[in-house]
């Protein structure tokens, strides 16, 4: 991306074309959320039509996170030989497409090798937009970050009601699927277009084709890690929760997940205006003693008036914590792609082994025991918090954080939440001073 050693990212020039880019890529998440949207609410579907068994359809669903974990490395390396327009055009249109691709699959393997590629063309476009996403906040001067994420979450309830909507009355999915591809790839041309043309400076080198995450990103990973820990073990067992554990009817079973998704997707939604307000780390740390706290009341529930509020109150602790991770991982280094990448490898792998890890705890003693681990990887946010500091200054090394604090001929205002380098190393006594 574009920057000098001196002043750091460029400004998108007219607040008319600032808004304009912000516009533009919170559309981009809301039409990658809605390919994941669409494809979720056909899932039934494919395991009725092909007879899988749970066991067999489990084994279908890792593919999409195997697919995503191989492909990621390799999108810095397209943001950078194509610049962040054309490389989020070019994979969010193959994202848009492979959406139709699982509904088609005659037998199991066909359907795993489809949902291989689902996740590989989805993982990497995801990398692509929120390093397109990280570069317009810092050039913006304040956090979108969170917004950006609650646009994923939004278009991917929007989808997946019309997928539920069509499945009532009983509309072929492969048609459906198919109509779905065609109309988010229209859409993701114009927004595409739209996004101002982010390049990598001239004097950064070419990513390899395939590369391991960064080691300062890897604690970034973690913090991520936690969070998306607490939001797949909550996506996919709150209602087995409450009904195997409180005793609830079906029908209440269901608002659990409810509960958890709104929360979720309106956390992010105002997610940037409580980090403006308390900078990253402190909206980190007050994201984990909420989730924490939901992740009590589900421990303790023996009713679902206590598990239902648990969860919700888990939807909103993990909300921004993911933003804020990709946020602070694009700040490292001339390529925050590849950083980005190493940070998505790290969180999306919690999210394929989290529902098996808590129904294997749930196996061996009680669900209730499953999600006290999910309670304590929650307490873990307030403890990592300190990882996403990142995201409160400009990109390092060479970026303005720096350029700032040496008050030479770049020196601009800073961002929401940027500190002098003086005070980064001896912990100033401001609102973002370092954790002990």
Known sequence: MTTSPTTGPAPLGTPDAARRARVAVALVFGVHGAVGGTFVSRIPWIQ????????????????????SSLAMPLAGRFVHRWGGRAAVRVLLSLCCLSVALPVLAPSLPVLCLALLAYGATAGMSDVAMNAQGVEIEQRLGRSIMSGLHGMWSAGGLVASGIGILAAHRSFDPRLQLAVAAVLLLALAQPVCAAL???????????????????????VIGMVGFCAVFAEGASMDWSGVYLRDVTGASPTVAAAAYTAFALTMAAGRLAGDAVIGRMGAVRAARLSGAVATTGGLLVVVADRPALAIPGFALIGIGVAVVVPLAFAAAGRIGDNPSQAIAGVATVTYTSGLIAPAIVGGLAQASSLT?????????????????????????????GGTAAAAAAGGPGTREPVVGERSAREAVTGGSGPNAPAG
């Open 48 to 67: 009725h039509h092909l007879g899988l068994s749970p066991g067999q359809l489990g084994l279908a669903l890792v593919m999409p996170a195997i697919g």
């Open 196 to 218: 101002p043309d982010l390049r990598a400076p001239e004097q950064a080198e070419e990513p390899p084709r395939f590369a391991l995450p960064p080691r300062s990103s890897l």
């Open 369 to 397: 025991v499953s999600f006290g681990v999910v309670t304590a990887l929650s307490f873990a946010l307030l403890l990592g918090a300190g990882a996403l500091r990142r995201a409160e200054g400009g990109r390092t090394p």
